[in-house]
Nanobody
């Protein structure tokens, strides 16, 4: 079994910064991609950023230039540095991993960490 655990969410004023972390644990054989999604109240879950195993990234237009994804391969951990936060960034942020373990390849999700940006 694979588990993703997020941390780092919270309340911040507009213009502020937060750093989210997501640690993957379990019998992981390989990681195809890891990334972050978010879901605001009353809205569908949307991609924030995704990083492939080769390091290439895909950012949502709404966060380009403000958010940065990074990773620590040795610890199977990804980070999301969020700067210049806006009230519209308020959402529950979910870590996602496209991973292979002994049972095969599938998507895994964390439990989510809430981010609230006040104006």
């Amino acid at each position: 079994q694979v588990h993703l655990v997020e941390s780092g969410g919270g309340l911040v004023q507009a213009g502020g910064s937060l750093r989210l972390s997501c640690a993957a644990s379990g019998s992981i054989i390989s990681i195809k991609a890891m990334g972050w999604y978010r879901q605001a109240p009353g809205k569908q879950r949307e991609l924030v950023v995704r990083m492939l195993s080769d390091g290439s990234t895909n950012y949502a237009d709404s966060v380009k230039g403000r958010f940065t994804i990074s990773r620590d391969n040795a610890k199977n951990t990804v980070f999301l540095q969020m700067n210049s936060l806006k009230p519209e960034d308020t959402a529950v942020y979910y870590c996602n991993g496209d991973m292979t373990n002994l049972l095969g390849r599938r998507d895994y999700w964390g439990q989510g960490t809430p981010v609230t940006v006040s104006s």
